[in-house]
């Protein structure tokens, strides 16, 4: 259909401005499209079209030079012109036979025009015809596109769309979930099925490896299989889902892209509908999965037949327990309501669980207020899982081009690894130590294994961490609160880099005699043998320590020991 919207060589020479027109070389391309009439007498030309432009002339620029000439044409060739009209007059009296081979050598209609004939009513004539045809041709696809937005709300959505699709390009269609079965209309037999699809799926790796050319650039055709293959990539929540390739014999054009980008958006659309129904059936037939983080769930076949064939077949399974939190969903600046609170949990499952597929992980999610539980579950069941669950995490980082997510504050806590499912409850367990030390870490994503000491420091026993705190950290603590000084971070950022003075002086921002005088005072409250190693060590602890509890209740707690190395 969009075929007849174009404006080629052939027909603009059977319109009345051309009548005594005669066409002395390059028959070859008289199907060539033509885009617009342009004047063009000078031969530095090459910024000056885009390519599809009819080019009109007088022979001014030629200087009655053949070789001149040919090169004029040759930029006009290169520069992919639709065709040269030259005027019979003053400045050009024949053609060339040098223009002529070349013109013939290269399919490029070379026309001659009598002097009679006006170059104003030429552009007049065409530009009007052009100019209509386009409107007609947007016409046309907001037509086809309010049809395949109709059709993604009936049975067979996407097999429907393609049926449309097919009938406004009259093109070979393959549609190519990245998770599920290829659809090709109007079908094929088995060998040409694969072979079309070995040549798309090739071209789609190409597409993805290809750096983006940004969202305006028209995407450029394949060839492949004696066929030029134009694809589309469908893509939900800054993730692809799927491809759309449409195979021609013919050079595509503007109107087969834009169908295929719409009918490409009304299958997004259809897939986010599904998959949104999907996710809240999901949850509602998961809720052992609750039960099982809770430790409620113990038989472990029946677990296993929860999980579902595909992850039976291993022997041995790859299981962390992830827990995302949003802290701020119910902050009164987002001004959600609980209907839209609802609908960011289910957009951020749904995001999640495609980034977690993508990376090789089978998710099962439970949702409690402003927290979700997955139990990612490794389905390549081979090594560096943690490195893929981290990318996985690190991909998080796309929310910010969510518009329904971008504001969102999360906070993620990871369990260790288990191969049992009896085991997924102490994953769980890990899961939410990791993430009440959040905000000690300051890091994204904070897995169990990697707290080091204070997985010692999360057990839930307070009121021994203070006094503990208290017993090493006091005297620093009251003498920061009555001067309103800042020795505890000297000491911390002392300790942490091995006692080195140069390097605590250039982390603290200070001259090193300053230092000096801090690690005096220091020592005056401490002791003088703070920096033995077992004293040290209990002191680094503390700091730890001191990081977990409210300020305002770890730094009022009486002064027991003031100083525990006398």
């Given at each position: 259909?969009?075929?007849?919207f174009?404006?080629?060589?052939?027909?603009?020479?059977?319109?009345?401005?051309?009548?005594?027109?005669?066409?002395?070389?390059?028959?070859?391309?008289?199907?060539?499209?033509?885009?617009?009439?342009?004047?063009?007498?000078?031969?530095?030309?090459?910024?000056?079209?885009?390519g599809?432009?009819?080019?009109?002339?007088?022979?001014?620029?030629?200087?009655?030079?053949?070789?001149?000439?040919?090169?004029?044409?040759?930029?006009?060739?290169?520069?992919?012109?639709?065709?040269?009209?030259?005027?019979?007059?003053?400045?050009?009296?024949a053609?060339?036979?040098?223009?002529?081979?070349?013109?013939?050598r290269?399919?490029?209609?070379?026309?001659?025009?009598?002097?009679?004939?006006?170059?104003v009513?030429?552009?007049?004539?065409?530009?009007?015809l052009?100019?209509?045809?386009?409107?007609?041709?947007?016409?046309?696809?907001?037509?086809?596109?309010?049809?395949?937005?109709?059709?993604?709300?009936?049975?067979?959505?996407?097999?429907?769309?393609?049926?449309?699709?097919?009938?406004?390009?009259?093109?070979?269609?393959?549609?190519?979930?990245?998770?599920?079965?290829?659809?090709?209309?109007?079908?094929?037999?088995?060998?040409?099925?694969?072979?079309?699809?070995?040549?798309?799926?090739?071209?789609?790796?190409?597409?993805?490896?290809?750096?983006?050319?940004?969202?305006d650039?028209?995407?450029?055709?394949?060839?492949?299989?004696?066929?030029?293959?134009?694809?589309?990539?469908?893509?939900?929540?800054?993730?692809?889902?799927?491809?759309?390739?449409?195979?021609?014999?013919?050079?595509?054009?503007?109107?087969?892209?834009?169908?295929?980008?719409?009918?490409?958006?009304?299958?997004?659309?259809?897939?986010?509908?599904?998959?949104?129904?999907?996710?809240?059936?999901?949850f509602?037939?998961?809720?052992?999965?609750?039960e099982?983080?809770?430790?409620?769930?113990?038989?472990?076949?029946?677990v296993?037949?929860?999980?579902?064939?595909?992850?039976?077949?291993?022997?041995?399974?790859?299981?962390?327990?992830?827990?995302?939190?949003?802290g701020?969903?119910?902050?009164?600046?987002?001004q959600?309501?609980?209907?839209?609170?609802?609908?960011?949990?289910?957009?951020?499952?749904?995001?999640?669980?495609?980034?977690?597929?993508?990376?090789?992980?089978?998710?099962?999610?439970?949702?409690?207020?402003?927290?979700?539980?997955?139990?990612?579950?490794?389905?390549?069941?081979?090594?560096?899982a943690?490195?893929r669950?981290?990318?996985?995490?690190?991909?998080?980082?796309?929310l910010?081009?969510?518009?329904?997510?971008?504001?969102?504050?999360?906070?993620?806590?990871?369990?260790?690894?288990?191969?049992?499912?009896?085991?997924?409850?102490?994953?769980?367990?890990?899961?939410?130590?990791?993430?009440?030390?959040?905000?000690?870490?300051?890091?994204?994503?904070l897995?169990?294994?990697?707290?080091?000491?204070?997985?010692?420091?999360?057990?839930n026993?307070?009121?021994?961490?203070?006094?503990?705190?208290?017993?090493?950290?006091?005297?620093?603590?009251?003498?920061?609160?009555?001067?309103?000084?800042?020795?505890?971070?000297?000491?911390?950022?002392?300790?942490?880099?091995?006692?080195?003075?140069?390097?605590?002086?250039?982390?603290?921002?200070?001259?090193?005699?300053?230092?000096?005088?801090?690690?005096?005072?220091?020592?005056?409250?401490?002791?003088?043998?703070?920096?033995?190693?077992?004293?040290?060590?209990?002191?680094?602890?503390?700091?730890?320590a001191?990081?977990?509890?409210?300020?305002?209740?770890?730094?009022?707690?009486?002064?027991?020991?003031?100083?525990?190395?006398?």
């Amino acid at each position: 259909m969009g075929a007849d919207f174009l404006l080629t060589v052939r027909e603009a020479l059977k319109r009345s401005p051309f009548a005594g027109a005669r066409l002395m070389a390059g028959a070859g391309g008289l199907d060539r499209q033509i885009r617009w009439v342009h004047i063009l007498e000078i031969s530095t030309l090459e910024n000056l079209i885009y390519g599809g432009e009819m080019i009109l002339a007088t022979g001014v620029g030629f200087n009655l030079d053949t070789a001149h000439s040919v090169r004029y044409m040759e930029k006009l060739i290169q520069q992919n012109a639709a065709c040269l009209c030259i005027e019979i007059g003053p400045y050009f009296h024949a053609v060339p036979e040098e223009l002529r081979e070349l013109a013939d050598r290269c399919g490029f209609p070379l026309i001659l025009l009598p002097h009679s004939i006006r170059f104003v009513d030429i552009t007049q004539d065409l530009h009007s015809l052009i100019i209509n045809r386009h409107h007609r041709t947007l016409r046309e696809l907001e037509s086809i596109s309010r049809e395949f937005h109709r059709l993604t709300l009936t049975a067979n959505g996407t097999l429907n769309v393609l049926k449309l699709l097919h009938k406004s390009t009259s093109t070979q269609l393959i549609y190519r979930p990245l998770n599920g079965t290829p659809v090709c209309y109007p079908p094929l037999t088995a060998d040409k099925q694969d072979q079309l699809l070995a040549s798309t799926d090739a071209c789609f790796k190409e597409q993805e490896a290809a750096p983006s050319a940004g969202a305006d650039t028209v995407p450029k055709p394949y060839f492949a299989a004696g066929s030029q293959i134009v694809l589309q990539s469908i893509g939900v929540l800054n993730q692809n889902w799927a491809y759309l390739a449409l195979i021609c014999h013919r050079e595509p054009v503007e109107f087969d892209y834009l169908l295929l980008d719409s009918a490409a958006l009304s299958i997004a659309q259809e897939l986010l509908r599904t998959r949104y129904m999907e996710e809240r059936k999901l949850f509602s037939e998961n809720l052992w999965v609750d039960e099982l983080l809770n430790n409620r769930l113990t038989d472990e076949k029946q677990v296993k037949a929860m999980l579902g064939p595909s992850l039976n077949r291993y022997a041995e399974l790859y299981i962390r327990v992830c827990l995302i939190e949003i802290g701020n969903l119910h902050d009164e600046s987002l001004q959600l309501q609980e209907t839209d609170a609802e609908t960011i949990r289910y957009h951020l499952s749904l995001l999640l669980r495609s980034i977690f597929e993508k990376h090789g992980f089978r998710l099962f999610l439970t949702m409690k207020n402003n927290r979700l539980a997955a139990i990612a579950v490794d389905k390549k069941n081979s090594g560096k899982a943690k490195a893929r669950l981290q990318s996985a995490l690190d991909a998080l980082g796309s929310l910010r081009a969510d518009d329904k997510l971008r504001d969102l504050k999360l906070a993620v806590g990871v369990g260790k690894a288990y191969s049992s499912l009896s085991q997924v409850y102490m994953s769980h367990r890990e899961a939410v130590q990791a993430l009440a030390l959040h905000s000690c870490f300051r890091k994204p994503a904070l897995f169990y294994e990697d707290l080091g000491v204070f997985q010692l420091l999360a057990l839930n026993d307070t009121e021994t961490l203070r006094q503990f705190v208290r017993s090493y950290l006091g005297a620093v603590l009251d003498y920061d609160q009555a001067k309103g000084s800042d020795l505890l971070t000297t000491l911390r950022i002392f300790l942490d880099h091995d006692g080195s003075k140069q390097v605590a002086a250039q982390k603290l921002f200070i001259v090193r005699q300053s230092l000096y005088y801090r690690l005096e005072k220091l020592k005056e409250l401490l002791g003088e043998d703070f920096m033995v190693p077992e004293t040290r060590l209990a002191i680094s602890v503390a700091l730890r320590a001191h990081q977990m509890l409210p300020p305002d209740r770890s730094d009022h707690i009486p002064n027991r020991i003031k100083n525990p190395s006398g």
